[in-house]
């Protein structure tokens, strides 16, 4: 049976039209991206990102302290680790970590630069950073570098900036502080092992004979030989804070005066106290003085 011509012309109309919309609808959908036209932006873990100076530590990682009691420093965006130890003989020792930081960094043996800087003063000094390998390192290769700071920064609270470090065939920049800030501003000075000794082992004022003897006949930089320092400028209520500095104190760092136990954040602190506790007796006020109130 033959079609009506304006029947024919109808159809032939509908058909092209949704042939059409099937056409439009298939182009709509975007095609996959080939290999070469996804983003090559790097993901964000492999930019090498370090702190720009010591004043970026604290955005970036918390003062919490590492295996040997130092501070963990952030490498690359935490894509690294290394833990900075200075002691009270003045050597700075930085540890090399994985992102992992329980696990130990082996990095090429190469001699540093660390550029330091005693906290609200705008000179720096440099000091080589020199590798010293741990027993189990391969050869070539490192886990720790060693500095002996100069005896004008033995102490002193810094900010430490470490411009060219080479990881795995990157070059990286960072930085840290061995204090807060806050504490920084009221830290003491370590005192010359002479003035420690006439200091801590005679007796005057609120700083008796049975003091030195319960505290071991020692200087608190003897005593707390290893220990490191952590200045915690945001005590809680009810937390203990140090008489000197105000910061959060540290039992470790106990010292009998009057025959009381005192907590201090840190050995320079306990010798000012000591030396108020000599000279001026009335300023000395009990233990529990020290608290943080509401």
């Not at 919309?21 to 090559?40: E, I, K, M, W």
Request: charged share 20%.
């Amino acid at each position: 049976m033959l079609c009506h011509p304006v029947a024919s012309v109808i159809l032939c109309t509908m058909l092209t039209a949704v042939l059409l919309n099937v056409v439009g609808c298939q182009q709509s959908t975007p095609a996959p991206l080939s290999a070469n036209s996804q983003n090559t932006q790097p993901a964000a873990d492999s930019v090498a990102h370090t702190t720009d100076a010591a004043n970026d530590f604290e955005d970036q990682h918390p003062h919490v302290a590492g295996a040997h009691g130092g501070l963990i420093i952030p490498i690359g965006s935490d894509s690294y680790h290394a833990e900075a130890i200075v002691d009270h003989t003045g050597t700075l020792r930085l540890l090399m970590l994985q992102k992992d930081e329980t696990r130990i960094l082996e990095v090429e043996s190469q001699m540093l630069t660390a550029w330091l800087k005693m906290v609200g003063q705008t000179d720096a000094v440099s000091v080589p950073l020199t590798p010293q390998p741990q027993d189990g390192d391969a050869a070539g290769m490192t886990s720790q570098f060693v500095a002996e700071l100069p005896h004008s920064a033995r102490g002193k609270a810094l900010d430490v900036t470490i411009p060219n470090l080479r990881i795995a065939g990157e070059r990286f920049r960072i930085g840290f502080t061995t204090a807060s800030k806050q504490h920084a501003a009221d830290m003491p000075a370590s005192l010359p092992a002479d003035e420690e000794q006439q200091l801590y082992l005679t007796a005057a004022g609120n700083y008796t004979d049975a003091d030195i003897k319960a505290n071991g006949s020692t200087t608190a930089a003897i005593r707390f030989a290893g220990k490191v320092s952590r200045h915690d400028a945001k005590p809680q209520i009810g937390d203990r804070i140090c008489p000197i500095s105000r910061t959060k104190a540290n039992p470790e760092f106990t010292w009998i005066i009057n025959g009381l136990p005192y907590q201090f954040c840190c050995p320079p602190c306990i010798d000012e106290y000591v030396r108020m506790a000599k000279q001026q007796p009335d300023t000395i006020q009990p233990p529990d003085s020290f608290i943080k109130q509401p």
